[in-house]
Nanobody, 123 residues
Framework: QVQLVESGGGLVQDGGSLRLSCAASGRTSSSYAMGWFRQAPGKEREFVAAIGWSGGGTYYADSVKGRFTISRDNAKNTVYLQMNSLKSEDTAVYYC????????????????WGQGTLVTVSS
């Protein structure tokens, strides 16, 4: 089984940047597709970005397209989410996710979740 641990969350001002990291351990493999989701208070968990096996193919929610970039370093078993031009509506707990079977572009496709890291954007 794969374990995921996120880091890099914190408090940032409107317009600022943060980079989240997700370190995978256990039965890791470049054959796992990786993704990021977020959940704001009182809202459902939503897809943010995903990256395919061995880094091939990236996918983004419309709300973050052009501002966020997902990448992975298979040698380090780590996936990143670079977040630029942050807005108050980006405030949420961000979760790393993985799926071996398909791109984790929806909650129902996710096989393993991380514990989450809080991102707070102040206006």
């Amino acid at each position: 089984q794969v374990q995921l641990v996120e880091s890099g969350g914190g408090l940032v001002q409107d317009g600022g940047s943060l980079r989240l990291s997700c370190a995978a351990s256990g039965r890791t493999s470049s054959s796992y597709a990786m993704g990021w989701f977020r959940q704001a208070p009182g809202k459902e968990r939503e897809f943010v970005a995903a990256i395919g096996w061995s880094g091939g193919g990236t996918y983004y929610a419309d709300s973050v397209k052009g501002r966020f970039t997902i990448s992975r370093d298979n040698a380090k078993n780590t996936v990143y989410l670079q977040m630029n031009s942050l807005k108050s509506e980006d405030t949420a707990v961000y979760y790393c996710a993985t799926s071996r079977g398909r791109i984790p572009s929806a909650v129902r496709y996710v096989e393993v979740w991380g514990q989450g890291t809080l991102v707070t954007v102040s206006s």
